[in-house]
């Protein structure tokens, strides 16, 4: 108190200069609070992840907050009924609300019951903007001669979570496979054909999405041990790509020379990945960096959730989505590991 005090008493005695300093300085910060955008992750996920961080996004200020349940649906609940009204965007994490499969929409029930807790604040899963933005990504690479997909071998993690992925790397002549049936439901079925993979999309999504998301996709704890699973198709893969979160859990104990084409990367995962032998990692959204400079990438829930908090809309078309990510400049990040 007595060194803000004397701090106080110097800019008095050093006259207009120093107070009108001060007052810029004040109404900056004031300014900038009045100005930002808060948007709210809240994941099934482990709590471990959890971060708060402030960036700017297309010239506005955002505190971004990432809130882990552990794999808790009540909690998850709780959280958004508490943030409802006080934030800008809540985003759903470690859960999509909707699968798009060609002109086809499923709505997965536990996500449903989640987004409809918000009555004021809208609530976004990230699959409008993952079906533009990672389309764009795949493009973006063989325009810039990072890759050219024909003929590549890609292990597509889950081609129903990522069908406009699946769809472009397909149109590339890239030989992908599916992990859908392994990964998810643990039967040792790869799927190597769009044709079977919108198949089993209208044989097992009505059904699926009624069933708990848990039973499909990892949550809380379970995303932070490894399950020997599906290593083969790791093995004959040139490319990985999909949910990191996936990847992560079915990794090998080495994938040397491979490239990882994912998102939601934290230092720690661009380490793991170093460690068991990955070439690079390229991330289909942007990178920021956290209170410790380490570069990472969100997901493509909270990215949507920046774009619609600058749009101040609750939904975005097609266009606007591809629109604001041309204007903020959104393209993959190659990291060489």
């Not at 908090?309 to 190659?334: D, F, N, S």
Request: glycine share 8%.
């Amino acid at each position: 108190m007595e060194k803000l005090a004397s701090f106080a008493y110097a800019a008095c005695e050093l006259g207009n200069p120093v107070r009108i300093l001060l007052q810029a300085v004040k109404k900056m910060s004031e300014r900038m609070a009045l100005a930002s955008k808060i948007v709210l992750s809240v994941s099934l996920g482990s709590s471990s992840r959890d971060m708060r961080i402030e960036t700017v996004i297309g010239g506005t200020h955002f505190v971004i907050i990432r809130r882990g349940t552990n794999g808790s649906i009540p909690e998850a609940r709780r959280i958004i009924q508490e943030a409802d009204g006080k934030v800008d965007v809540i985003c759903l994490g470690g859960i999509d609300r909707w699968l798009r499969i060609g002109k086809r929409v499923y709505e997965i029930r536990d996500a449903r019951k989640l987004a409809l807790v918000a009555k004021i604040t809208p609530v976004v899963d990230g699959s409008g903007l993952k079906d533009t933005l990672e389309r764009l990504a795949i493009y973006w690479l063989e325009v810039n001669r990072i890759v050219q997909f024909r003929d590549t071998k890609v292990l597509l993690m889950s081609g129903l979570d990522r069908f406009g992925l699946a769809e472009e790397l397909v149109i590339r002549k890239a030989r992908v496979v599916f992990g859908d049936m392994v990964f998810a439901l643990g039967i040792p079925m790869p799927i190597r054909s769009m044709f079977f993979l919108e198949l089993l999309a209208r044989l097992l999504l009505p059904i699926v999405t009624r069933v708990p998301f848990t039973w499909l996709y990892p949550t809380g704890k379970q995303q932070e041990s490894f399950v020997e699973r599906g290593w083969e198709l790791y093995d004959q893969a040139e490319w990985i790509t999909g949910d990191f979160l996936y990847i992560r859990r079915y990794l090998p104990p080495w994938i040397g020379g491979k490239t990882v084409l994912t998102n939601t990367i934290r230092p720690a995962d661009i380490e793991l990945l170093r460690s068991r032998g990955c070439r690079r990692v390229i991330t289909t959204t942007p990178l920021f960096l956290d209170e410790q400079r380490n570069q990472f990438s969100f997901g493509t829930n909270v990215l949507e959730g920046a774009v619609l908090a600058l749009l101040g809309q609750h939904h975005a078309t097609r266009y606007q989505y591809l629109e604001m990510i041309k204007k903020l400049g959104w393209v993959p990040q190659v990291i060489n590991l």
